[in-house]
């Protein structure tokens, strides 16, 4: 299955306004008055699957955009991976705060998450990833994610993760070891920390760690043995590091 999406947001009369909605099943986006929504209109995505995602930030306009439930990547008929491609473009005085539910790597699946972002000069962002290794008790899916963001052409971040089988070493101590869940949090804007700091919960091992980037960029790792566990470390260094908005 291939589907393209798309959403542009603008500041129009004082306020956001969505003036560009075009959903492609099964990336189906809603507007509701807090947020922008995915919501999944199919199962997926499958092995074969090649779906992507455009959103675009206009000047001063600032959009939200959260997913309706929890995704979940799996196997298709035949041995192909699967494919979800993320393309943001925020305008000077915008604003984006991406935040969808966690992403799960069923066993057997082969899933690709490509994001690309570009900034102008004083655009914020907040960008959230949240990978989960396998449903309980299960091996994980193969899972790789990729990131580029850039900030008036020059790079701020060239992140790239690979886990699960043919991974080399993806569960070895170096890389996850026992931990199942991963939280990745870019924040570009006035509210990024400026140093670097780390915390670690000795009741469960879940840890943290913010890294600053660039000048008003920073990036927080978070990894533990559940979604849960790593959510609540996240959130200690989160509160420890920057306010949260």
Not at 7 to 16: C, F, K, L, N, Y
Not at 84 to 98: K, M, N, P, Q, V
Not at 128 to 143: H, K, M, N, Q, T
Not at 200 to 207: P, S
Request: charged content about 20%.
């Amino acid at each position: 299955m291939r589907a393209n999406a798309s959403a542009r947001a603008e500041h129009v009369g004082g306020q956001t306004r969505l003036v560009e909605l075009r959903s492609d099943a099964p990336l189906v986006l809603r507007s509701t008055p807090d947020a922008l929504y995915l919501v999944g209109g199919a199962a997926g995505p499958l092995g074969g699957d090649d779906l992507s995602l455009d959103v675009v930030v206009g000047s001063s306009a600032c959009l939200a955009v959260r997913s309706a439930a929890a995704t979940l990547a799996q196997p298709g008929p035949g041995s192909a991976p699967s494919r979800a491609t993320y393309r943001f473009e925020i305008g000077d005085g915008g604003s984006l705060d991406w935040r969808p539910e966690p992403l799960v790597s069923v066993r057997g699946s082969d899933h690709l998450i490509d994001t690309t972002v570009v900034l102008s000069r004083s655009a914020c962002l907040t960008l959230v990833d949240e990978l989960v290794l396998g449903r309980a008790a299960e091996a994980p899916g193969r899972i790789r994610v990729r990131c580029r963001v850039t900030r008036e052409g020059a790079i701020l971040l060239a992140h790239d993760l690979d886990f699960g089988p043919g991974s080399p070493a993806w569960d070895g101590a170096a890389v996850m070891g026992g931990a199942r869940a991963l939280i990745s949090l870019l924040r570009v804007g006035p509210d990024a920390p400026t140093t670097a700091s780390a915390i670690v919960n000795a009741d469960d091992g879940a840890r943290a760690a913010w890294m600053p980037l660039a000048h008003e960029a920073a990036l927080l790792l978070a990894i533990g043995p559940t979604l849960l566990a790593t959510r609540r470390t996240a959130s200690s260094a989160n509160k420890t590091g920057v306010r949260c908005r």
